[in-house]
């Protein structure tokens, strides 16, 4: 089939990839440069790059408006494929492919539409995750399935890691789509069930309130990982968690309250305490929290705590 893609991060590209192998795509439409690291330097998308490694053309746009339609219109495409683009598909655009657009989404729809549904799910401790290829409607992830398929949830994965893991699989879900739209043995069927809503998350979403069970603790970590990141406070500084794992058998701490141990620093929870592997505090590099812990020179008998992130002070 004579495709075209739309697709922006690294979770788009396994799928690109796939189709390239087994398609004509004609063009590849993707977001903007955007400035990434320290020096802000401005950088296609992976999908971008991935484009032009393959030789397909390339057209960069932050909304799909009219240049952007009559320039995919002029390629005679069969079917639009979109993963994680970034931006609405609408008419005229929706319908210049001759078969619509379908659409992969890391969910199993109606469950978590919306823009983080990997993230939303590891938050609210899902323990399964899924990938739908659905038929792009005007509503949101509304239209109907093509393919769905239920992964269970790599234990203690952040959002990155099951991320790619579901890019991998969602990839083949949307090649086999693909084929039988090309052969017309496709029969997309409605959504059931009651939809739930992933909102996209912002920095808020990232904080830790260690009153909350280790659970829910770690499901928040997990689910803000990388992007936009866990933190917390340190005497109303803020603190970046950047690795928080499991702590089986310690002995239970206060809420926020931190003791030094082999391999890092537990932190008390509503129940048991988990345990800091590697923070960054502010205005310097990632480290690991044993180093940083004993940076803080706590006196024999004296209690440091860890507050929520949006608290303006912790009592030492």
Request: aromatic letters at 4%.
């Amino acid at each position: 089939m004579r495709l075209v893609f739309a697709g922006t991060p690294a979770a788009a590209v396994p799928t690109l990839r796939l189709l390239a192998a087994q398609h004509e795509i004609v063009a590849v439409v993707t977001r903007p440069d955007a400035p990434l690291g320290r020096k802000r330097v401005l950088t296609p998308s992976p999908v971008a790059q991935e484009a032009d490694a393959l030789g397909i053309p390339v057209i960069k746009a932050a909304r799909l408006d009219d240049d952007a339609t009559a320039w995919i219109a002029d390629l005679r495409p069969e079917l639009g494929v979109i993963v994680a683009y970034g931006g609405l598909v609408r008419e005229p655009l929706l319908s210049t492919p001759v078969h619509g657009w379908i659409n992969l989404h890391f969910s199993l729809l109606p469950a978590w539409r919306g823009a983080a549904p990997v993230q939303r799910a590891l938050i609210a401790g899902d323990e399964e995750l899924g990938a739908t290829v659905f038929q792009l409607v005007p509503a949101l992830d509304a239209g109907d399935v093509h393919a769905a398929r239920v992964f269970p949830v790599p234990e203690d994965a952040t959002a990155d890691e099951a991320l790619a893991s579901l890019a991998e699989d969602g990839a083949q879900l949307t090649a086999e789509a693909v084929a039988a739209i090309a052969d017309g043995t496709a029969r997309p069927v409605p959504q059931q069930g009651e939809p739930t809503h992933a909102a996209k998350l912002d920095l808020a979403d990232g904080v830790l309130h260690w009153d909350e069970p280790a659970e829910a603790v770690f499901a928040r970590y997990r689910g803000v990982t990388s992007e936009p990141g866990a933190h917390t406070t340190i005497d109303g500084a803020p603190l970046k968690v950047r690795e928080l794992a499991r702590a089986a058998g310690a002995d239970p701490l206060p809420p926020g309250a931190l003791r030094g141990v082999k391999g890092g620093v537990l932190v008390g929870t509503g129940s048991e305490p988990l345990l800091l592997v590697r923070v960054q505090p502010a205005g310097k590099a990632a480290m690991a929290a044993a180093d940083w812990f004993r940076g803080l020179r706590v006196a024999d008998g004296e209690t440091v705590r860890l507050g929520a992130g949006d608290e303006p002070s912790v009592a030492r």
